[in-house]
């Protein structure tokens, strides 16, 4: 009985389906989980010639390993294997979208926050006080216990810290505008991990877009390095001079002065000369800039 080109056909896939499935159990055997989608070297097979399929010792091999790979991979509802042991960097949360709007509105985009692990551990979200068009701006790490507790920044020990620092200069808590680089107490008020500090950025970067300050004191090493956009450079190589923004908008880019954190102070009350010192450019730019403090003499 002559064969048809359907008879052709499916022996063709049947063929083509097999090569496939050995490919792919070898793959499973090398702990590999995808295939490459760019093109390869391979070139096609000349017009009318059958394309080798897996060799006799290729398919007992593939047969062999692919039932011990196999557990290697949990799977997904559907089947499909799912790495095991896959790089850190195909695990992480995508990166949140740029807020935007007042902070009211930036606020209620940031909502109950889940978008990393700190929600778990979090009594509140601390997201920020102060004047909403404050020409001067505060920034430190990640809230504490006593900012957890009433879901305000800067309200322990380093918050009334904080408080006379502001004063000193002349301004009040009010006037100002007070923030974190988490919106969220790390556990043990550990150092906020790198996907921590990633989801709030934008959150960060969208509320100094809406203050919209002349300049920032950035409170300690994390702070500073967030704002600069380098990379675990000490304070005491940041602080005693402006840097720029590392992130400029359209809007008028504030100056960073560092200095040092009001808790490190309270470790070392020796830093506090230095700090002032910090503050005390702040006041002279402030002032060169036609700015003074509410309420102080025109």
Not at 130 to 158: H, S, T, W, Y
Not at 179 to 191: E, H, S, Y
Not at 272 to 292: N, P, Q
Request: charged share 25%; hydrophobic share 40%.
């Amino acid at each position: 009985m002559d064969r048809t080109a359907d008879d052709e056909l499916a022996d063709e896939l049947h063929t083509l389906t097999r090569q496939l499935r050995g490919q792919l159990q070898r793959h499973a055997a090398l702990g590999a989980w995808a295939a490459p989608g760019g093109p390869t070297t391979r070139h096609a097979a000349p017009e009318g010639s059958a394309a080798p399929g897996p060799t006799d010792e290729e398919s007992a091999r593939a047969a062999h390993e692919a039932p011990h790979a196999a557990h290697l991979a949990p799977h997904a509802a559907d089947g499909a294997p799912q790495a095991a042991d896959a790089p850190q960097a195909r695990h992480e949360a995508p990166r949140a979208a740029q807020p935007s709007g007042t902070l009211a509105q930036i606020r209620a985009e940031l909502g109950e926050c889940t978008r990393c692990k700190l929600h778990t551990t979090r009594r509140s979200i601390v997201f920020g006080v102060g004047a909403a068009d404050a020409p001067l701006m505060f920034v430190g790490e990640a809230p504490g216990e006593q900012e957890d507790k009433r879901g305000e920044p800067f309200v322990g020990p380093a918050g009334e810290l904080l408080d006379k620092m502001i004063e000193a200069m002349g301004w009040t808590r009010s006037a100002v505008y007070i923030a974190n680089t988490t919106k969220c107490r790390p556990p043990g008020n550990r150092n906020p991990q790198p996907d921590e500090l990633a989801q709030c950025a934008p959150f960060l970067h969208a509320q100094i877009a809406a203050v919209a300050p002349r300049i920032i004191v950035a409170l300690g090493k994390p702070a500073a390095n967030q704002l600069l956009g380098t990379d675990d450079v000490a304070i005491s190589s940041l602080r005693g001079r402006f840097h720029d923004y590392a992130r400029p908008g359209d809007r008028h880019a504030p100056k960073i002065m560092p200095t040092f954190h009001p808790a490190y102070l309270l470790r070392d009350p020796d830093k506090k000369r230095l700090a002032w010192a910090d503050l005390k450019l702040v006041m002279a730019e402030l002032s060169r800039l036609g700015i003074s403090p509410p309420g102080a003499p025109g």
